[in-house]
Nanobody
Framework: QVQLVESGGGLVQAGGSLRLSCAAS????????MGWYRQAPGKQRELVAT???????NYAEFVKGRFTISRDRPKNTVYLQMNNLKPEDTGVYYC?????????WGQGTQVTVSS
């Protein structure tokens, strides 16, 4: 099993910044992909960004140029730096880890952007 613990959510005004963190522990394998998804009220969960264990990052179109995903491999931690936040970025942000055939999710952290 893998445990994912997120932190860093909160309330911010439009145009502001937040940094999310997600620390993985447990049965860790070196080959993996970590990422962030989000879910707004009444909407489906959607991909925000992912990063492979080799550092290859992918972003949803709606966050390109504003969000940056990174990871600290020795700490098994992934970060999401969110800049120029918009009210439509509001939602619960979930950390995700894929290794071998398994997928793990964190408990989610709330991000609220006020206009």
């Amino acid at each position: 099993q893998v445990q994912l613990v997120e932190s860093g959510g909160g309330l911010v005004q439009a145009g502001g910044s937040l940094r999310l963190s997600c620390a993985a522990s447990g049965n860790i394998f070196s080959i993996n992909t970590m990422g962030w998804y989000r879910q707004a009220p009444g909407k489906q969960r959607e991909l925000v960004a992912t990063i492979s264990n080799t550092g290859i990052a992918n972003y949803a179109e709606f966050v390109k140029g504003r969000f940056t995903i990174s990871r600290d491999r020795p700490k098994n931690t992934v970060y999401l730096q969110m800049n120029n936040l918009k009210p439509e970025d509001t939602g619960v942000y979930y950390c995700n880890r894929r290794q071998i055939e398994n997928v793990y999710w964190g408990q989610g952290t709330q991000v609220t952007v006020s206009s």
